[in-house]
């Protein structure tokens, strides 16, 4: 994963990714209680999935948590960061799915997986056994309205980045490797819908 020239711009490309996951999850958030935050802090992760592969997804969302919580005030705890490092690496492993159409359903297709079993039910359990104050079953209702909000909005800024074709002019997609769909009649044909 990390050899070859493009190493270097790999790298700082995870780095800008995770740092920009830290201010959209800590400081452009509504956050009406401590265990639940409305943000689109999964867009960088799933990104940085999509255009270096599981592993840089998954880098990206553990780093994006453990600098994050030193903003945060409430510490530091590894089981934490498991949704965010399966949400990078779920999208990386189901990027395929994005190389010959980008659609909005596609893109949410590839990260909500991980949404399901990380960020609803793992995160959802561990809330309740640390917190204590609320049962498992409320705070899966309540992570669920959550994460379905969330989701459809994360989805959306996604299909737009990809819309705006930002990846494509800065050489990131598709990524290295991969060849770019034909398109038909030499018309410009889209393949984002």
């Known amino acids: 994963m990390f050899k070859g020239r493009n190493t270097t711009r790999m790298l700082v490309?995870?780095?800008?990714?995770?740092?920009?996951?830290v201010v959209l999850a800590r400081f452009i958030v509504p956050m009406p209680n401590p265990t639940m935050r409305f943000s689109i802090e999964a867009v960088p992760?799933?990104?940085?999935?999509?255009l270096y592969g599981p592993v840089a997804?998954?880098?990206?969302?553990?780093?994006?948590?453990?600098?994050?919580?030193?903003?945060?005030?409430y510490?530091?705890?590894?089981?934490?960061?498991?949704?965010?490092?399966?949400?990078g690496l779920c999208a990386g492993l189901m990027r395929p799915m994005l190389y010959k159409k980008v659609s909005f359903l596609r893109i949410l297709a590839t990260f909500l997986p991980a949404v399901i079993v990380g960020s609803?039910?793992?995160?959802?359990?561990w809330l309740s056994f640390f917190y204590g104050t609320h049962s498992f079953v409320w705070f899966l209702g309540s992570r669920a309205v959550q994460f379905a909000i969330t989701s459809v909005v994360n989805a959306a800024v996604i299909?737009?980045?990809?819309?705006?074709?930002?990846?494509?002019?800065?050489?990131?997609?598709?990524?290295?490797?991969?060849q770019a769909p034909v398109q038909e009649n030499n018309n410009q044909a889209s393949v984002i819908s």
């Open 75 to 87: 510490g530091y705890n590894p089981l934490f960061a498991v949704p965010p490092m399966l949400i």
């Open 120 to 125: 609803v039910l793992w995160q959802s359990y």
């Open 13 to 21: 490309t995870m780095a800008l990714l995770s740092a920009i996951e």
């Open 45 to 50: 992760i799933i990104v940085a999935g999509y």
């Open 159 to 178: 299909f737009g980045l990809f819309k705006s074709r930002v990846f494509d002019v800065l050489h990131l997609w598709p990524p290295v490797g991969v």
């Open 57 to 73: 997804g998954a880098i990206v969302g553990l780093v994006g948590d453990a600098v994050g919580t030193l903003f945060s005030g």
